[in-house]
C-alpha cells in the first residue's frame, strides 16, 4: 500500500525568504505525485504534479518540485515566499487504484 | 468552465441522524471521489465512483455509502451520525485514467452534536 510522509508539521519562513517542504513516498510502483495547497475553509488546489518525464516540475504561484527515485523524495520549493503562500500544504500519491493517499500535511506560516 | 460544487456547504446534525451530501463534478469528467478530512486522521479516501460504479473503497464503516447518477453528479449518504464523523468532505472529480488530475471542491463542513 501506497504512503506520504511529510516530516515537517509546522514550518515558519520570513516574507521573501526561500521555502521548502518535504516528502517522502512509499509505492512500488511508478508513483503518480501532486503537492496541493489548502487555505483555511477551502478545498484542496493544484500547486503541480509529477508522473513522468522530467523531474523537476514547475507549477502554479512560483512552486517548483523535484522527483528523486533514489530517495523516494517529491520536496516542494519557493524562491521568495509571499504573505499568500501561508497555508497548509499536502503531498499526495495516486495509485492504480483511483486514490490519492495524502500526508499529515505542513503548514506555513510567513513573518513580515 | 464552472468547478466542482458541493452542497451543502455547511451541515450540522445530531447523533443517530443520516445525511446526504451531494457534488457535482466539472462538466465532463466522469470519475468523482470523496475524503474525508479531520485534524486527527487527516485526508481519508472513502471511495471513487465511475460511469455510476464504485472502483475502489476506503476503510470506512458500512454506515458510508454513495452513489452516482448517470450524469456523473455523486452523493454521499452516512447513515447512524456519530460524533466522530464531524469533519470536512471533499468530493474531487477527474477526467478518468489514473494519472488525471483530482480536481476538488469546496467542501461540506458536517458537524454532529
Known amino acids: 500500500a501506497q504512503s506520504v510522509t511529510q516530516p515537517d508539521i509546522h514550518i515558519t519562513v520570513s516574507e521573501g525568504a526561500s521555502l521548502e517542504l518535504r516528502c517522502n513516498y512509499s509505492?512500488?510502483?511508478?508513483?503518480?505525485l501532486f503537492w496541493y495547497v489548502q487555505s483555511p475553509g477551502q478545498g484542496l488546489q493544484l500547486l503541480l504534479k509529477?508522473?513522468?518525464?522530467?523531474?523537476l516540475v514547475q507549477g502554479i504561484k512560483g512552486f517548483e518540485a523535484e522527483f528523486k527515485r533514489s530517495q523516494s523524495s517529491f520536496n516542494l520549493r519557493k524562491p521568495s515566499v509571499h504573505w499568500s503562500d501561508a497555508a497548509e500544504y499536502f503531498c499526495?500519491?495516486?495509485?492504480?487504484?483511483?486514490?490519492?493517499?495524502f500526508g499529515a500535511g505542513t503548514t506555513v506560516t510567513v513573518r513580515a | 468552465k464552472a468547478g466542482v460544487t458541493q452542497t451543502p456547504r455547511y451541515l450540522i446534525k445530531t447523533r443517530g441522524q443520516q445525511v446526504t451530501l451531494s457534488c457535482s463534478p466539472i462538466?465532463?469528467?466522469?470519475?468523482v471521489s470523496w475524503y474525508q478530512q479531520t485534524p486527527g486522521q487527516g485526508l481519508q479516501f472513502l471511495f471513487e465512483?465511475?460511469?455510476?460504479?464504485?472502483?475502489n473503497k476506503g476503510n470506512f464503516p458500512g454506515r458510508f455509502s454513495g452513489r452516482q447518477f448517470s450524469n456523473s453528479r455523486s452523493e454521499m449518504n452516512v447513515s447512524t451520525l456519530e460524533l466522530g464523523d464531524s469533519a470536512l468532505y471533499l468530493c474531487?472529480?477527474?477526467?478518468?485514467?489514473?494519472?488525471?488530475?483530482?480536481?476538488f471542491g469546496p467542501g461540506t463542513r458536517l458537524l454532529v452534536l
Open positions: 474531487a472529480s477527474s477526467v478518468d485514467r489514473v494519472q488525471e488530475t483530482q480536481y
Open positions: 465512483y465511475f460511469s455510476e460504479t464504485q472502483r
Open positions: 509505492y512500488g510502483a511508478t508513483p503518480y
Open positions: 499526495a500519491v495516486g495509485s492504480n487504484d483511483y486514490k490519492l493517499s
Open positions: 462538466s465532463g469528467h466522469r470519475s
Open positions: 509529477y508522473f513522468s518525464g522530467d523531474t
